[in-house]
């Protein structure tokens, strides 16, 4: 899961890219960029783990949700939630809290076939125009990884969509540097063909899945990082329990073999005396 988190970043890198160059050509107004002011309803993808015995991984990502449903209520909106993975599921059903969809089986190992799944049904969402029945925003609810020993919760808006906002948003930041300083000298002029709108309406559905399969593969990497530490933590405590424990009967055993010699010596003595 690390490997694959790592090896992806270098396609959603080269997708920015050319999000960036496409959008320095045309005038950017696209309906996965737009505000939706028709509707209160927002969409949150909560990304959690299938099973337990991960330490705190599950319970943090569920707090963090909570935090963002309660902003979101408070600032007058209506949470559509979505979960990825059982205990985040089974965490909003338990508190009779209506879930949308639930993807569940794969949180340590995210396919593309599924993240095509997830970025359709929020496309899908955010682009459909009942108010009723669309959501205003997508946010999702994930862990990011950073390394073996470090794993951070992070809410992050989806849609509308912000090209220079992603999940890798340090190595984006570098790879856009000179885009945001001088686009015409990061960029060649390109032709589009048949049109730069036309290539942007491909580009950006896919950058949309490139991040949320991203998302996805982060929250496994820190999922099987966080059940490796836990796992490591409990061998270490089941190791010190033996240790005390062995301790404990050697102790016993000696003092009970002490007392015996005890007494038979005592015995001897008696014998003796008498």
């Known amino acids: 899961a690390r490997r694959a988190a790592t090896e992806a970043g270098p396609y959603e890198k080269a997708l920015t890219q050319a999000v960036a160059?496409?959008?320095i050509h045309t005038d950017l107004d696209h309906p996965l960029t737009r505000?939706?002011?028709d509707t209160t309803r927002v969409a949150v993808l909560v990304v959690a783990s299938d099973r337990g015995m991960a330490g705190a991984y599950a319970a943090t990502i569920l707090r963090?949700?909570?935090k963002l449903i309660a902003d979101l209520e408070s600032g007058g909106y209506e949470p559509v939630i979505y979960t990825f993975g059982r205990r985040a599921a089974a965490y909003f059903r338990f508190r009779s809290v209506p879930i949308e969809r639930a993807w569940e089986g794969e949180s340590d190992a995210p396919t593309i076939?599924?993240?095509r799944e997830v970025a359709a049904e929020l496309l899908g969402r955010f682009l459909d125009k009942d108010p009723a029945a669309g959501v205003g925003s997508v946010h999702l609810v994930y862990t990011r990884f950073n390394n073996v020993m470090s794993q951070v919760p992070e809410v992050r808006q989806m849609l509308p969509l912000s090209v220079v906002d992603s999940p890798h948003a340090d190595q984006e930041r570098e790879a856009e540097r000179g885009f945001h300083d001088d686009p015409a000298a990061s960029f060649p002029e390109y032709e589009f063909i048949p049109s730069a709108e036309a290539v942007l309406d491909v580009l950006l559905p896919l950058y949309v899945e490139s991040r949320i399969h991203n998302v996805l593969l982060q929250s496994a990497a820190s999922e099987?990082?966080?059940r490796q530490r836990a796992m490591h933590t409990a061998t270490d405590n089941a190791e010190e329990l033996i240790t005390k424990y062995t301790r404990l009967a050697n102790s016993a055993r000696q003092a009970e073999i002490t007392q015996e010699i005890t007494e038979i010596v005592g015995g001897?003595?008696?014998l003796?005396?008498?």
Request: charge should be negative.
């Open 21 to 23: 160059a496409v959008a």
């Open 35 to 37: 505000e939706r002011a």
């Open 64 to 66: 963090e949700s909570e």
């Open 113 to 115: 076939e599924t993240t």
């Open 224 to 226: 099987l990082a966080s």
């Open 268 to 270: 001897a003595d008696a």
């Open 272 to 274: 003796n005396a008498g």
